[in-house]
């Protein structure tokens, strides 16, 4: 490894020599890139020509402007088009599908690499997954495929929709691999299989374009930039670069895909720090990776910056930026199953015009799209949880782009950009795809050296897994709900990991495990994911920062039973592998009335609703049926050959009975229910969205003009407000929303000629906000008998609007940081509806950065529900510094209100799809809406929360 790395550098530094045939040229092109291209220093020699060759058709051709044109920006279809027109006319070109998006789109894949491989594609293929799982192979059989292999490189752009480059740049870049003769196109075509998306996130790509197009074209700087779009994809928007479960069908598409072809290197573009950022796998970094990763990370961002550095191109650099500890980004696919994950962030614009931009700004002054004008620039990365992420960042390091911001010298960043410039969407792409040509010609110069590694990482994986404890993990099926236990093992089996059931019952160590129980043992090729997801996340102490969340422990974040095994014997256990793991439910018994015990599964929200025209009561305490207990909350229906079809569908367990339990219940009576979305911060939302969509949970999305027309209380029992708006410890965010722009407004409405606008909500105008009459809608539906339910960071509206007029919602200061870690919760009202089916009176949360709850005294035993305990403790995984400032802090609290109340938690049951075992108090109290207790007379506290 050290010594190919060497002989790349070495031979980068000998100035490995771009030669070009006499091949037609394409005049226009260079004129007109020329004249593109801001400065001189920003083209390479690489792309400042393009060959014409007769009967393949370059972008121009197809789409009628080069790429990089001012103010062209090109749609999926078009893009879709051009690949095809390719392929039909080289056959160094195949096109092939990964499956469609939410809104019918395809996510498709071109393939560029030599006539021969191109006709044996399957063949390479083959060897790929053979090399993904070396089980039964020596080393004499994975030499000789290594030498007949060919290593895929899968790169993907357009991710998040505002980076436009990407998806630009790979059309030019798959012409020019295609067509072009000489080194280093030769090498590349022979050695190394490339493949190219069209868009990572199709559906976003679209929608961004069609706003563009409305609303971007008149940019000429960083002060007249616009708001961008409120949606990306149907659910999320910068956060698809965060669903670390894949739930999202896009995301979905692009795993299947990479499981499919094995790709060894995977290379995910994106726009936002100047000029261009080649990832180098920076500290901290997760230790249970393989080695072999973070010396190939360095080795090849060493080699394409010294590539660039050679062709005069400031502004490249590596390191003081992504780091490798959390595994949930979209690329991280490849490195989580044993390839290498690869990644840019290139300089953009936000669109294709050309603008003056400033970069003295220091850390964070990037490039990348325009963000929701309400939310950060880049939402989602950074020091999450943190009062002041720039004051976090690492010193040490340089910071975020370094001690002098990006235009600093350091020596990870040996030629800095100049402070000021004129930027351009064709700079944007020379400096990309000059960039993704030298990793390209550093691959086909070790295609062996790339193939090796990734056989190595997939056979360490599976001897990680016989030598090194744990040896496997046990999922007992003897927990009372094994839906959530499906949540989990479902998302383990999508990445490729191998689960297999128990037909007997088993014994390991002192303990005895039923017949039933789900086993994984870690000698497998994803063995070393299954522990990286399923372990407690140990953050070094040595590190300051991180990029994005520090805890994610699947078993935790679920509240399920995962017991890790320390004892080999682990492995010798007799199962039989599954494929999806469906726990069937049962009703036992015979009589007119059904009892399904509420166990904590989120599933019992789908049958309410599932079965929405039946009565339904629920129990307010545990009671006995024969032998059967019957937790508070269990469900009682009419028994019925649909009610047992849908129990036993679901997973649940009920009881039927000659007669209702003699306890005091309730009607599980189903709200109207509507969920408020302010227009800048779309994404936690979609969250929620998504949640309540899984588990067919009916409501009505509303925006700004819903609420100021008022009369809510006519129109809806429950508003739930998802976490939006309040980062920055204020509810500004939520009141004012996207700041108006003098003499402008913005409509997101249907419209024939940009037809992806208007999906999800419409407005005649996204800014301004509800504004101060909203707040006055809200206060009159709570007083008049509504619930307002607030989750994470806009629980600081009802406090801060005085709705909620004897709480405080304080921010935690700037010593203070927790990205994302999982902590613990106390119960202190267990027999409070929304606690039904939690039997603990501690559970696991995570840390959601809402805010610091505060109640007077002599409320505290009437309205707090849940509290911070606050402790070293009390940090389950990852990171948490200052955990004092939460310390018997409010975590869920409910407030009356005149006739109606506030139920604000300071958690977010509903976060990235991850927290499924929090979601049940989010579902208890949507279903128990109008049977919530009254609070009692208020009693002597016997501690002082909050206080």
């Known amino acids: ?155 993907t752009g357009g991710l998040h929709s505002a980076e436009t480059g990407p998806p630009e740049m790979l059309m030019e870049l798959a012409y020019r691999l295609a067509v072009e003769e000489g080194a280093p196109y030769d090498s590349i075509r022979k050695n190394v299989i490339v493949m190219v998306n069209a868009a990572s996130e199709p559906d976003g790509r679209d929608r961004y374009v069609d706003w563009y197009y409305k609303y971007k074209l008149s940019e000429e700087g960083e002060d007249d930039r616009t708001p961008a779009p409120p949606y990306w994809g149907k659910y999320i928007y910068h956060d698809n670069n965060r669903d670390i479960n894949y739930s999202q069908v896009t995301m979905s598409n692009w795993l299947k895909f990479y499981l499919e072809w094995h790709p060894p290197i995977m290379h995910d573009l994106h726009e936002s720090q100047p000029l261009l950022y080649t990832f180098s796998g920076q500290s901290p970094q997760n230790p249970t990776l393989d080695p072999i990763l973070y010396g190939e990370l360095p080795w090849f961002a060493e080699f394409e910056m010294t590539k660039m550095l050679g062709y005069g191109m400031p502004g490249v650099w590596t390191h003081a930026f992504v780091d490798m500890w959390s595994p949930g980004y979209l690329g991280f696919m490849s490195s989580n199953h044993n390839g290498m994950l690869r990644m840019y962030e ?83 792409t020379n400096y990309m795809e000059s960039a993704v040509l030298a990793g390209l010609e550093l691959t086909a110069a070790f295609p062996q050296t790339v193939l090796d590694n990734f056989y190595l990482k997939s056979l360490h994986s599976i001897e990680s897994g016989s030598k090194e404890a744990p040896y496997g993990y046990v999922f007992p099926s003897s927990q009372k709900d094994l839906t959530r236990v499906a949540f989990i093992v479902n998302i383990l089996r999508k990445q490729g990991i191998e689960i297999g059931e128990a037909s007997s019952q088993f014994k390991i160590g002192d303990t005895t495990y039923p017949a039933g129980s789900l086993v994984l043992k870690r000698n497998q090729p994803y063995g070393r994911l299954a522990k990286i997801l399923l372990e407690k996340q140990n953050f070094p102490t040595d590190a300051t920062t991180t990029y994005d969340d520090t805890g994610w422990t699947m078993g935790l974040m679920s509240q399920a039973t995962v017991d890790e095994i320390g004892d080999k014997a682990i492995l010798d256990v007799p199962v039989r592998n599954i494929d999806v793991y469906n726990p069937r439910g049962a009703v036992k018994g015979n009589g007119p009335v059904t009892a399904i015990l509420h166990n904590g599964s989120n599933n019992l ?58 306890v005091k219940k309730h009607a599980l009576d189903l709200p109207r229910l509507a969920v408020y979305s302010s227009w800048g911060n779309t994404q936690d939302i979609g969250w929620v969205r998504y949640a309540l969509d899984k588990f067919e949970v009916n409501y009505d999305l509303i ?40 003499g402008k407004t913005f409509a997101y409405k249907k419209d024939p000629r940009y037809p992806t606008l208007g999906m999800y909500g419409e407005s005649d105008d996204l800014t301004g906000g509800m504004g101060l009459q909203g707040v006055g809608e809200f206060d009159k539906f709570v007083n008049q008998g509504g619930l307002l339910i607030t989750l994470g960071a806009a629980s600081y509206f009802a406090p801060q609007s005085f709705i909620t007029r004897t709480v405080d919602a304080a921010s935690t200061t700037a010593a203070f940081y927790a990205p994302g870690p999982i902590v613990e919760a106390e119960i202190l009202q267990p027999n409070h509806p929304i606690f039904y089916g939690y039997t603990e009176r501690t559970v696991p949360v995570r840390w959601a950065g809402g805010p610091l709850l505060r109640v007077p005294n002599d409320e505290q035993r009437t309205s707090v529900l849940m509290r911070f305990p606050g402790t070293d403790r009390s940090i389950l995984s990852g990171l948490m510094r200052g955990v004092a400032e939460i310390r018997m802090r409010p975590a869920i609290l409910d407030e009356p209100v005149g006739q109606g109340r506030v139920l604000i938690f300071s958690t977010n049951p509903a976060y990235r799809w991850q927290n499924l075992g929090e979601f049940n108090m989010l579902a208890n109290s949507i279903l128990n809406f109008n049977d919530l207790p009254r609070p009692a007379a208020p009693q002597p506290a016997a501690s002082t929360a909050g206080n």
């Not at 925006?703 to 309040?726: C, E, F, H, T, W």
């Open 605 to 662: 929200v789908t049958l309410r609703y599932r079965l929405k025209d039946l009565s339904f009561d629920a129990i307010e305490a545990a009671a006995k049926a024969g032998d059967t207990e019957l937790p508070a909350g269990t469900l009682l229906v009419a028994s019925s050959p649909r009610v047992q079809a849908e129990v036993e569908r679901l997973g649940l367990h009920a009881v039927q009975l000659a007669a209702a339990p003699d």
């Open 703 to 742: 925006y700004k003009d819903r609420v100021r027309q008022g009369n809510l209380r006519a129109a809806y029992d429950v508003i739930l407000m998802p976490s939006q708006g309040g980062r920055g410890g204020s509810a500004k965010g939520i009141i004012f929303d996207v700041e108006p722009r003098p």
């Open 1 to 155: 490894m050290r010594l190919s790395r060497l002989l790349a550098i070495a031979g980068c530094a000998a100035g490995l020599v771009l030669t070009q045939t006499r091949q037609p040229q394409d005049e226009e092109y260079a004129r007109l890139v020329k004249e593109w291209t801001t400065r001189s220093e920003f083209m390479s020699p690489l792309v400042d020509h393009l060959p014409k060759v007769t009967g393949v058709p370059s972008p121009k051709d197809v789409l009628g402007y080069y790429i990089g044109a001012p103010k062209k920006l090109t749609r999926t279809a078009e893009i879709g088009k051009y690949y095809r027109a390719l392929a039909a006319a080289s056959p160094r070109v195949k096109v092939l599908t990964a499956g469609t998006t939410d809104e019918g789109r395809e996510c498709l894949v071109a393939v560029i690499a030599d006539e021969d491989t191109i006709r044996n594609l399957d063949t390479y293929k083959g060897y790929l997954a053979r090399l993904a799982d070396p089980r039964g192979l020596s080393p004499a059989d994975a030499k000789q495929i290594v030498a007949r292999a060919k290593p895929v490189y899968f790169l």
């Open 346 to 428: 290139t300089f953009g614009n936000g669109g294709a015009n050309t603008m003056r931009r400033n970069l003295a700004g220091g850390p964070g002054q990037g490039g990348g799209g325009t963000p929701p004008a309400a939310e950060p620039a880049s939402p989602g990365r950074g020091a999450r949880g943190a009062a002041s992420p720039a004051a976090a960042a690492p010193e040490a390091a340089g910071g975020r782009g370094g001690r002098g911001g990006m235009t600093s010298r350091e020596w990870y960043r040996p030629l800095p950009p100049p402070r000021e410039l004129v930027w351009s969407m064709r700079n944007n």
